[in-house]
């Protein structure tokens, strides 16, 4: 948390406000988040600059300088996020940007310090940087590029979704959604997942995804809000995460709430009769002969 949902949501609330404004000062509050740059860099580079556009590459949130002043990139990681409206709590402020524009600051708070800010000169050293630890974004690959990552690795299909270098974007919340939309048992080797299966996984990240973008993301502490500190209302209507014990929207069997190995303290929520963990073969033989 956040994922690829509640990120493209921060992008989205933050386009009106930032996109064409100039930035009249950046203050770096709390220098522990810079990642391969200074205090020094990101308010020399930032101050008076115009921000050309604001877009999301995985779970980073890119702001494009215009005039060669290169991109700021904050990952919000796990607590992270932006506010429009007077933050809450003044004392997790770590980065503000003065805006001549309609709103005249943004911040950026973080509770818990684990999020990044990092400077860029272009483009292309800010993808160099994300292809080192990341693959294709979830809402960019391909049905055959998703078949072939998966088909290198004997790991269960959910953690190997939620490997950052395999596909960028997704998380444990939309991973229990995605797997339960197509059907496949969270431990299956992806090795195992048939090209069928993987068409209906690649359709299946898709359409969440979208209707998570749609909802503004999903809220369920006090951790992700959206830029005006409101709630994403994603887990009002999802199926599985954090519905162990409720019946299956399918099926009407209780959702399962398990752990599985290689997540260490998130849950896993699935349908055992939905995502039997041996799917019954397909039936093209017994359809033909009769
Ligand atoms: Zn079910």
Redesign the pocket.
Known sequence: MPELPEVETMVRGLRPALEGMLIRDIQVLDPFLLEGCTTADIERQGRGAKVARVDRRGKWVVIHLDRGRGLIVIQPRMTGGFWLVTPERQDHVRLTFLIDGPRDTIWFCDTRRLGKIAWYPDEKAASVAFGKSHGPDALEITQEDLFARLSKTTRAIKPTLMDQKVLAGIGNIYADEVLFRSRIHPTRPATTITAEEVARLHAAIGSILREAILAEGSSFDAGYRTVLGLEGGFLATNAMYGRGGQP?P??G?AVEKTRIAGLVGRPTHF?A??QPLTPPKPSRKKSQKA
């Open positions: 299956c399918e099926c069997k349908c009769n939905c």
